[in-house]
């Protein structure tokens, strides 16, 4: 007798809970448009090429970097401000888009900032794996600027998954 009279209980405090969920539901129906939460394109696109243009001038005042990577870091730079927009506009939602931006906005910076940080002799080890990686990203910018000039969308996938793989 005492279970039936605990099960009923829990049913009608179940029943009620379910009822009350209910009605507060009705009262508060979803928005038909959710706000956008976070930065604009444009403002997006503004702190990249802020981060860009920082990174252009951190390079130029050390003395010691080389010109062929300051060369081919403004390849990259250029490249970037090229695509990104590009990107932004037509592809907004895709991934590979997303690691555009995140290349333009923080990994190219921290890139060459960790190298700049280095000591003398330590930049001398480390130039061969900068260089690799400046050229690497050098090819994923030129290879993304061919996916949007061609419209390749069959690659964003692939691209994207590599980029997120190699420099995240």
Do not use: C, W
């Amino acid at each position: 007798m005492n279970i039936a009279v605990a099960v009923l209980i829990i049913a009608v405090i179940g029943f009620a809970l379910f009822l009350r969920k209910k009605s507060v539901s009705k009262d508060t129906a979803a928005p038909t448009h959710f706000p956008r939460s976070g930065p604009s394109p444009d403002q997006e696109y503004g702190a990249i090429l802020d981060s860009l243009l920082k990174l252009n001038i951190l390079m130029r005042k050390d003395l010691e970097f080389p010109e062929d990577m300051i060369k081919g870091i403004e390849a990259v730079i250029d490249d970037l401000m090229v695509i990104t927009p590009a990107m932004m506009e037509q592809y907004p939602g895709e991934t590979l888009t997303y690691e555009i931006k995140k290349i333009g906005k923080t990994h190219l910076f921290k890139t060459v900032k960790e190298y700049l940080d280095l000591s003398p002799e330590s930049r001398k080890i480390q130039l061969d794996m900068f260089k690799k990686t400046i050229e690497s990203l050098h090819e994923v910018s030129n290879r993304s600027r061919d996916i949007v000039e061609k419209n390749e969308t069959a690659e964003f996938k692939t691209m994207a998954n590599f980029l997120a793989g190699k420099f995240s």
